[in-house]
């Protein structure tokens, strides 16, 4: 496996392995600033491939904020390792997710964000949006730079494969491929659809991002509204 490394904002860098068997790419984000920030551990077990990432970047000791969306392997696997060379950095993540996951799995107690809470972390500007359940998880939440207009999306947008850096065509299609391929199977139902689904989408296509994050897959640049609301209604089409 091998690790790539783009910026695909200001000061924001995609580190993306491609892993063969999983067939997908697994994306963290790093943010440079005064008080550095990544997106996603990764996996335990590609830690060291996400170090050879942050490395390009900046001193992985340097790391101030250590951020997720929710509580799973891929997510947030590695987070014992980075804490261990960072001893300065701290987990932030859902208030949820602090209480009752890393509470017992964290080194280190973690930050639980309120919905709608702001970090600055220098230039950057980082708001907190609680989403539970979108993608996945009761503990969900997505992270938002308010001053590159980049949204980190997780598993939203998920497609597989080893895709571009950067996108500028139709993600919505391609995460709609995605959803009825399934990587478990057809329509595996890994993001569910309850009564605030459509208004989470609503609530981030709001806030008129220009990036897209994404951790499986190309991020995307251009109209993110459209995109977001694309992908509400094939959410709403594929899922209710």
Sequence with gaps: ??????????????????????????????????????????FKNMLDYTLSGIRRIIDPAQLRWIGFSHFEADECGALNGLLAL?????AICSQVAAMVNLSDFA???ARGLADNEA???????????ASPHVPH?????????????????????FHGGDPEPLMDGDISARAEAAIREGLLGPLAHDMPFTPYTISTLQRLANLEP???????GSS????????IL???????????
């Design 210 to 216: 220009y990036t897209l994050a994404t951790m499986h």
């Design 230 to 240: 694309a992908l509400a209604s094939i959410v709403a089409n594929l899922l209710s």
């Design 220 to 227: 995307f640049q251009g109209d993110s509204k459209q995109a």
């Design 137 to 157: 998880g009761w503990d969900a939440g997505l992270f938002f730079d308010e001053t590159e207009k980049t949204l980190f999306c997780s598993d939203l947008f």
């Design 1 to 42: 496996m091998k690790t790539h490394v783009t910026e695909i904002a200001p000061n924001t860098f995609r580190i993306s392995t491609f892993h063969p068997e999983f067939g997908i790419q697994f994306n963290q984000f790093l943010i440079r600033d005064e008080q550095p920030l990544l997106i996603h551990t990764g």
């Design 107 to 109: 080194c280190r107690e």
């Design 119 to 129: 970090i600055n972390i220098g230039r950057h500007q980082i708001r907190f949006l």
């Design 86 to 90: 960072a001893p300065n950095a701290q």
